[in-house]
């Protein structure tokens, strides 16, 4: 079975400019997370999806991040337009079932804004 | 709120040496306990976790036990690895809540 996989794992972009990040999750996973790791800061939470619905966005740092989860399958995060301080590793993770449950990671995706 | 800290890195240490990573975290009720770990070129995994007091947490030779009254979630291995290289992160969910709260994680180099 497949896990969490994130596209792309790395991307560089110029100050002003968008990037969309992609995370496929477990099929099957109802609860779908963006996490966010700043350089030598902790790993952040973002948001939470429950199916298509946003269930938790209060870690949404301002509204220039956009997170879509059509149709209850894969999620997009678009950073528009992308500041210096957005630079990090993003991380989803997903879950099946209730809060109890593991929550499986993807590999990140490296952004780096310059 | 909830937080984590967790002991500043790098941690260097020699194949089969002993290994604590310190946790404490602020949290309020019971949350549950984790330590995830990440491999170079890898995603987070989930390595032990433990649920309430007293309980202790094991994967791959890893402990960790939950101390309430100190709350501490303190990660030990008796003999490292280099295989073990990795980035630590301590984290802690709220009861009832599905969203972890991480400390800024701690890397491990083990030579030869």
């Known amino acids: 079975e497949a896990g969490v996989t994130q596209f792309p794992s790395h991307s560089v972009i110029e100050k002003g400019q968008t990037v969309t990040l992609r995370c496929d999750p477990i099929s099957g996973h109802d609860n779908l997370y963006w996490y966010r790791r700043v350089m030598g800061k902790e790993i952040k939470f973002l948001l939470h999806?429950?199916?298509?619905?946003?269930?938790?966005e209060s870690g949404m740092p301002n509204n220039r991040f956009l997170a879509e989860r059509t149709g209850g399958t894969y999620s997009t995060l678009k950073v528009q337009p992308a500041e210096l301080e957005d630079s990090g590793v993003y991380f989803c993770?997903?879950?099946?079932?209730?809060?109890?449950?593991?929550?499986?990671f993807g590999q990140g995706t490296r952004l780096t804004v310059v | 709120g909830n937080s984590v800290t967790q002991m500043e890195g790098p941690v260097t240490l020699s194949e089969e040496a002993f290994l604590t990573i310190n946790c404490t975290y602020t949290?309020?009720?019971?949350?549950?306990l984790f330590w995830y770990v990440q491999y170079p070129g890898e995603g987070l995994q989930l390595l032990l976790k433990?649920?309430?007091?007293?309980d202790k947490g094991s994967n791959k030779g890893f402990e960790a036990t939950y101390r309430k009254e100190t709350t501490s979630f303190h990660l030990e291995k008796g003999s490292v690895q280099v295989s073990d290289s990795a980035v630590y992160f301590c984290?802690?969910?709220?009861?009832?809540?599905?969203?972890?709260?991480f400390g800024k994680g701690t890397m491990l180099l083990v030579s030869p």
């Open positions: 993770a997903s879950s099946q079932g209730t809060a109890n449950t593991e929550a499986f």
């Open positions: 433990a649920t309430k007091a007293d």
């Open positions: 949290a309020t009720g019971y949350p549950s």
């Open positions: 984290a802690l969910r709220g009861r009832g809540y599905s969203t972890l709260t």
């Open positions: 999806f429950v199916k298509e619905s946003k269930q938790d």
